[in-house]
């Protein structure tokens, strides 16, 4: 495919790539090969340990004019992934099922529900796919909910341009889908005077992407604005622009006024192969059955690179690296305020570090740490991850009541080796586009990488034609904690069911249950219900609740309460029945 | 939206709420409502098949939906108003306290009452609070949510089961596990001695051949979707896992009994001092809390090891808010006085109460301070002068638990009084262990000398006082 000149400027490059594994001291013995081909760096061999894997393409990455790497290489001490997810199995097509569609988007995370959405202004058939049985399942439900303002990113990179951009319209966005939002801003600290004195070079950064009001503090403007930072902190930097927002319920929003607006969704529906014709796509194939297409839009998250595969030629590899988080109980976290963070040259290279921030819902949350893992589902939180977030915070906020944990959880981010967002058409499948490599400040772009998504669909020559009587507005079903009074004996008189309580944390009633059930992207798991009610997110994470929102499940979508399930296939509740004469 | 104006509402219709009710309508109360969240009454015993329950008040083996029958089945020939399927959502405190209450049947309704009683029991320790490491699959329940899905669900939570936990709810699930069918594998305790009571130990594990494992827990539990399995490890004396001593044990299963927490939502609403100790308000000899006129009960106090106590603690509190409404019948308090409903203090500085709604003598509180080898008593504070004027057949009840096991204790209560120091109350225990409440009454004529302070010690032989 390459032509003369470029194969003659990949064979320049392979050789310098060669020449950079050949000489790291940490990777020279395992003779690895390098192949490069239309600027994508492939990388073979077998090397011990999974960080040295991830080292390699790192590597293989540095040189000026990779556009992209594809790590095949193996750990010898790495057993093969036991928890990579077995795709959902064969089933019927789901009622809606469309044989052909004008678009085609993979994966109903933030990014996939907010081009849905993007596209739902238009007159086209309009098809999301997502593997899991709810929206927002990889990444989009395990994030801290940051509404990064873009100071860290290269200036340049599609990170910091979509990042500005996105905090920008985060407004406007959350007011149309009735999703809650704050913006309260964030406080980078540093440490050390060396680190203090780099602050007004970050501000430079800053100003070069486009972040407004960045502001460099010293120490004791600090301590008078943040009365709970430590008194180590030697200064600050504060961008005014960095929110909050609820990760899953922007996803959920999304999709919903997607739907509302005529795409189609159909949840645990894997994408196992794309038929390529004459350079182009032309469908996926599903373990429900094939759909014609004649756009495909890749935002797989963690799978990106799988998706990319299945055109024959692999364009990126991703890497999931996990990060943990730990919440507080609301009751402990104090009165909401700014993020919190740390700043200083010894920050990890791939993560901004996190931060100690108030989610939407008053809960105070730390986190996340970084760690690259081999397994695409290893979602496990471990005792060192949580010392490590807890230890780094506490350091941060000293005197934080740090027993008041009620959570810890942990997501992958779907990384490239090159670092940077990969949003472009795939140089292998015409009519394929690539949104990838999404991870932190993912959540904060999505509303700009929607809008560049269309773009790249106009220069790819689709025909936009706006549909008549697009409603851009979605609301939030009632939710009876923190309703007046008033309000609330108003909504009972309506509906009794909003009378009846059955998440005494969380003041969630049956109603709430019900509507999330009913919704325009229904929930049908414990956890899904527990997204948009909150059902189980309190202090006795669910132990009250558990059993009557699987009865109200049961009721609803009509099956025996033992075919409830937490989050989808293989996460069964119930092995059974109890023996005949249980008390029922 | 409506208000109904009551002399005394009881939050919950557990065994704390429903004594508490039936004392009060007894000692003459008129207007006495229960609101219940669930569709009957008996909370928390419903759920509660297996026998043992009774021994103490009634001297005979009752299961719990029978021992809640005892006092549910006196409620409406009492004349005890009930308000079923109906959550309280919020106590707003005042000359009259306010109640807000949602259910379906009664839709949001204010009850407005002098005196309310707080008994809604407690909630269990997750495994978030524990912060077990690994995936976070399903098949992970606490012991007393299993008991609901077995007992009155109908439903089975899995194949093979670990217990993380030997508290009383985990080694009653590992009994009812097995009869279920369910292939319970062992339990687990961090600690080096138990936490349930000696007889569950022998009735539940033992005699089923269920192991427990002590110093031992679990460090991972393994998923992502349904539990496949934990990793348990022996841990040392500071409860930390010993490397090298890890194992895996194969379950789909993980319940986790690791303690309760009293439930006092309402109550810190209310702006009650709670003591950072039993996680429950404070509260004196007839079991009101720093805010006059609010009472509170059973396991919302601090987690009793039996019923029979926590009908006893009911009791105490139904007759103490009948004592309350008849001073404030008398005038001997302020109805609607500015600040009537008292200021929240410090737990730890009971001496140092403001109770403007008081306009009788002012009121000295004698402070109860628990002394050697106790982690606790309740109430943490008396009137000594109300209840030395009691008649003998009223005792004050305090209820303790010791930090350490031991065996043959003496158990002493200590007032301080201008003439010295005088042995209140004694007794001794043949063993007394943590999981195990000590009771001990203080006989009215006892406090008469002008008792200003109380003080607990609980001296033992030795031994660990595991009296199996």
Partial sequence: MATDPSRAADEALRLEVQ?????????????????????????????????????????????????????????????????????????????????????????????????????????????????????????????NGMVHPGIDPEPGSLKAILNVRGNALFEGVCRELDVPFTRDGFYGLTLTPEDAAILPLLKARGDVNGVPGVEVLDREELLRRVPGATPRATGAFFCPTAGMTSPYKLTLAYAENAVANGVRLFLETAVVGLDVEGGRVTGVRTNRGPIAARWVISAAGIYADRVSAMTGHQEFTIHPRRGALVIFDHQESGPAGASVGWFGLGMPKHSKGGGAMFTVDGNMEWGPDAEEVPDREDTAVTTEAVGQVVDKFSGLLPEFPRNAVIAAFAGLRAATYKEDFHIAPSRRAGGLIHVAGIQSPGLASAPAVAEMVLDLLRAEGILLIERDGWQPRRTEPPHVAGLPQGALAELVERDPAYGRIVCRCETVSEAEVRAAIRGLVPATTVDAV???????????????????????????????????????????????????GGLT | ?????????????????????????????????????????????????????????????????????????????????????????????????????????????????????????????????????????????????????????????????????????????????????????????????????TR???????????????????????????????????????????????????????????????????????????????????????????????????????????????????????????????????????????????????????????????????REWCPVEPGENVAYVVPQRIDARRAA???????????????????????????????????????????????????????????????????????AKGGDGDGR
Avoid at chain 2, 64 to 90: K, N, Q, S, W
Avoid at chain 2, 144 to 160: A, D, F, K, S
Avoid at chain 2, 299 to 327: F, P
Avoid at chain 2, 440 to 456: E, F, H, M, N, Q
């Fill in chain 1, 19 to 143: 020449a950079d594994l050949d000489a790291s001291p940490e990777l020279s013995r395992y003779r690895l090969r390098a192949a490069v081909d239309d600027g994508v760096v492939t990388v073979v061999g077998e090397v011990e340990t999974w960080d040295e894997v991830v080292a390699a393409g790192y590597l293989a990455a540095e040189r000026r004019g990779v556009r992209e790497v594809v790590n095949a290489i193996r750990a010898a001490r790495v057993p093969p992934p036991v928890l990579e997810a077995a795709w959902p199995a064969p089933g019927p097509p789901l009622p809606g099922w469309v044989a052909q569609a004008d678009v085609v988007v993979i994966g109903a995370g933030v990014i996939g529900a907010a081009i849905a959405r993007e596209l739902s202004r238009y007159r086209l058939t309009v098809v999301v796919l997502e593997r899991s049985s709810d929206v927002a399942c990889g990444a989009s439900k395990a994030n």
């Fill in chain 1, 530 to 580: 527990k997204r948009r009610t909150r059902a189980g997110m309190g202090r006795c994470q669910g132990g009250f609740c558990g059993p009557r929102v699987a009865a109200i499940l049961a009721e609803e979508l009509g099956r025996p309460t033992t075919a409830i399930t937490k989050e989808g296939p293989g996460s069964w509740l119930f092995a059974g029945r109890t023996r005949e």
């Fill in chain 2, 1 to 197: 939206m409506k208000t109904h104006e009551r002399d005394l509402i009881v939050i919950g219709g557990g065994p704390a709420g429903l004594a508490a009710a039936l004392a009060a309508r007894e000692a003459g109360v008129p207007r006495v409502t229960v609101v219940e969240r669930d569709h009957e009454l008996g909370g928390i015993l419903q759920q509660c098949i297996h026998d043992g329950f009774g021994n103490f008040l009634f001297r005979e083996r009752l299961t719990g939906p029978e021992y809640a029958a005892r006092f549910a089945g006196r409620i409406p020939e009492a004349g005890v108003e009930t308000v079923l399927d109906a959550m309280a959502l919020e106590v707003r405190p005042g000359p009259e306290h306010e109640v807000l209450v949602s259910g379906a049947e009664s839709g949001l309704v204010t009850f407005r009452a002098p005196a309310v009683i707080l008994a809604m029991g407690c909630r269990e320790r997750t495994r978030a609070q524990l912060l077990i490491p690994g995936h976070r699959p399903a098949g992970v329940f606490t012991a007393g949510t299993v008991q609901r899905y077995v007992n009155i669900e109908g439903l089975r939570p899995g194949r093979r089961a670990v217990i993380l936990g030997s508290g009383d709810i985990g080694l009653i699930m590992a009994r009812r596990l097995t009869l279920e069918g369910v292939e319970v594998e062992g339990v687990y305790e961090i600690m080096p001695h138990p936490g349930g009571l």
């Fill in chain 2, 200 to 362: 569950n130990i022998v009735q539940c594990l033992d005699d089923y051949g269920i192991p427990l494992h002590l110093s031992t827990t679990i460090t991972f539990i393994h998923g992502p979707k349904r539990v496949q399995g934990v990793t348990v490890a022996r841990v040392d004396a500071d409860r930390r896992p010993i490397p090298g001593t890890e194992r895996h044990v194969d379950c789909d299963t993980v319940v986790i009994s690791a303690g309760l927490i009293p439930e006092n939502e309402l109550s810190r609403g209310a702006g009650v001092a709670l003591d950072p100790v039993t996680r429950g308000p404070v509260v004196d000899d007839r079991l009101e809390t720093t805010v006059p006129g609010l009472f509170a009960c059973g396991n919302v106090v601090h987690v009793h090891d039996l019923v029979d106590y926590v009908s006893m603690g009911g009791t105490i509190a139904g007759r103490g808010a009948a004592e309350y409404l008849a001073e404030r019948a008398a005038g001997r308090t302020a109805a609607g006085g500015a600040g009537a409903a008292g200021e929240p203090v410090v737990a730890g500085e009971p001496g140092a109460v403001a109770e403007p709604g008081v306009v009788d003598a002012k």
């Fill in chain 2, 389 to 459: 004027g009691r008649p003998q057949d009223r005792p004050v009840q305090f209820f303790l638990r010791v930090r350490e096991p031991g065996r043959s204790a003496d158990v002493t209560m200590t007032g301080r009084s201008p003439g010295g120091d005088v042995v209140l109350a004694h007794r001794r225990e043949r063993a007394v262990r943590p999981p195990e409440m000590v009771a001990v009454k203080v006989r009215p004529d006892s406090l008469a000398p002008g008792v200003t302070a109380i003080r607990a010690d609980v001296r």
